[in-house]
């Protein structure tokens, strides 16, 4: 039995040498392209693939693979069937579960490549609206911008839409059932919030360009004088009156707005309570109105009635009967 142990003694060595040619083979090719940096950049958000070496995981790999036929062979020389066979048996099921694996790599692939052009045209769409700069003081240091943020939605949500593809592809049934249901759940919802955006969108730009149109009405006709003549000044500050008014009339074209889109998104849980109190304050609106106009003409009359006053006692001579008896007044 020497020879042939010796002959499965070269066959094995020369399988291990075999199986680390094939590993540095896999890890030079790969280090060449760079695939680790691109998949740990795909996979963690990573900019550089340190945390992720790809090629020295594949080479691993391969090395393992190439070790298998080399035991197989070995056992096989030596006649050994019962270790031999489980092995053999092994790599027929690795072998056969090949096809399934290619299959989600392309399916990976394709997905991979519909989610970078649309998040690249959908970032380069979005910073040519000036989007970021337009919430550029309420983005944190840090923080991602918006359209860079939206760009990355879509790119998980082409990614979340291919999964049930890949997984079956994979075999994997177990995991298939319940991603299909939370796919289902969430590509029922994106019309709602839609809706909702859209809703949201349209009701704010409505309300801006309202409250422009209030503002500078309200700025043309001379509020902002009659109010400093009126004395309001005093009480608002540096803040004009048709800027105040304009923000009012904004919030009130807001308020149904937001109870709308809240509405088409259909989360009782949480439209439900929120609806009920935007209704409350939308129907305290007039009250609030009502109470205003009456301090607001309060005011007027207060105002007129004093100047009557002012006026009467000075004709009166009240001014200098309070200095014969001794007031002084500064």
């Known amino acids: 039995n020497v020879p042939n142990l010796l002959f499965a003694l070269g066959v094995l060595v020369i399988g291990w040498l075999i199986a680390l040619i094939g590993a540095a083979m896999t890890r030079g090719i790969l ?19 340190e945390d992720a070496p790809v090629e020295d995981l594949s080479g691993r790999v391969v090395f393992w693979v190439l ?21 053999n048996a092994f790599l027929e099921e690795i072998f056969a579960f090949l ?36 919430f550029a003081a309420e983005v944190v240091e840090g923080e991602t911008p918006p359209s860079k943020a939206l ?11 291919f999964l049930p593809a890949i997984l079956d592809a994979l ?8 991603v299909t249901v939370l796919l289902n759940k ?14 949201l969108a349209a009701g704010w730009l409505l309300a801006k ?50 109870i709308a889109a809240l509405d088409a998104l259909k989360l009782e849980a949480l439209t439900a309570p929120a609806s009920s109190m935007l209704d409350q304050i939308l129907a305290a609106v007039p009250q609030i109105f009502a109470a205003v106009l009456i301090l607001f003409v309060a ?6 009635v004093a100047d009557l006053v002012t006026r009467l006692l000075a004709s009166v001579g009240f001014d200098g009967f309070l200095e014969r008896i001794g007031f002084r007044l500064k």
């Open 99 to 134: 096809p399934n694996l290619l299959s989600a790599a392309v399916l990976v692939g394709v997905a991979w490549l519909i989610a970078t052009g649309m998040r690249f045209a959908l970032s380069g769409l979005l910073s040519k609206t000036s989007l970021d700069e337009r």
């Open 171 to 178: 075999g994997l049934e177990g995991l298939l059932g319940p």
């Open 151 to 161: 760009g990355e939605t879509v790119y998980w949500l082409v990614f979340l839409m």
């Open 31 to 49: 280090k060449r392209t760079s695939v680790d940096d691109r998949l740990a950049s795909w996979a963690t958000g990573a900019e550089k693939g």
């Open 209 to 258: 360009i309202i409250r422009r149109i209030v503002t500078s009405l309200l700025s043309a006709s001379g509020a902002d004088g009659l109010g400093e003549r009126l004395g309001i000044g005093r009480v608002l500050g540096e803040q004009q009156l048709s800027i105040l008014v304009g923000l009012v009339v904004y919030v009130l074209v807001l308020v149904p707005v937001v």
């Open 299 to 304: 005011f007027l009359i207060g105002k007129l």
């Open 186 to 199: 969430i590509l029922a919802f994106l019309p709602n919030l839609f809706a909702a955006g859209l809703i």
């Open 67 to 87: 070790m298998l036929f080399a035991f197989v062979a070995f056992f096989s020389v030596l006649g050994w069937s019962e270790v031999s066979a489980p092995l």
